[in-house]
């Protein structure tokens, strides 16, 4: 079996917090409104979450953390957040969620970039200087627009289950699900003992699939099942990168038929949620 099914009761979420996720279902709960699990999922052939039929993108972490810091440093013209032993006061919560442990930290690559509006990205020099292999990937995924990209990582903490799309944004990704396409480096983990979850009942039954080593590139639902993650790293030791934007259905659609042949053994579809 290409994925692991995790029941709460057995293995409870970091922290033992499943109540406060399971509060949700309380209609006067503040998000009960933005968690949609009793929506129709209209993803791409039931297809929740899967690997990419990408080339494998490599990426320098050591270089990345360099890199980061420069721009924290001010060497060069760029956005980026301190990691948290610098600033545990900013904890930047998760854009949708009354929380305060969803944060993560990011080093921006878009000069312009907006998570809330439908921009043109346009990169950093920074980023064209010492990434170019990363520019060249993504302006070749099947977006018709990238309004926001960034490499984001969470401390050692976890994160319960989630949309990343705030929830004035998901409707718009109903015909682009799985939606969320995310590129992920590790040098620390398992691919066959991920953290990565999908879940379609507040975290009480989770689905920990895998991302065999060919790809890094993987796509998710953004609007009826959440993701979470039990644990969180150092970018040096692994990090995301996380294209926000407008995906070109048909070639979407390609490149995902191609993959879900490719990977079919490790394609989370609605069926595995049943
Ligand atoms: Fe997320």
Known sequence: MNYKIVD????????????KYLDRRDPSHPEHNKVNYNANYKGYKGVVWTPLDLPYLDLNLDHLWTVWQNVLGNKYDGLAQPWFDKRPDDMNSSRHSTYNDHDYRALILFKNGDYYADVKGEWFDFVKDEFPEVVD???ALPFDNV?????????EHGVGPHYDEWDGARKVLVDQDPSQLRVRWSR???????????????????????????????AYDGTVHEHGADKGFHPKDRIQ???????????????LDRSIEKYKDFVITVDHFK
């Open 241 to 255: 990168l996380m294209p926000m934007g407008t995906l070109n259905i048909p070639k979407w659609h390609e490149l």
């Open 8 to 19: 709460n009761d057995q293995t409870p979420l970091p922290g033992n917090v499943i109540d």
């Open 188 to 218: 620390v983990t398992d691919w066959k003992d991920e953290h990565f979850y999908l879940t379609k009942n507040h975290g009480q039954t989770r689905i920990y699939p895998q991302l065999p080593p060919a790809t890094n590139s993987m």
């Open 137 to 139: 990937f993504v302006e």
């Open 147 to 155: 309004r926001w990209i960034a490499f984001v990582g969470r401390d």
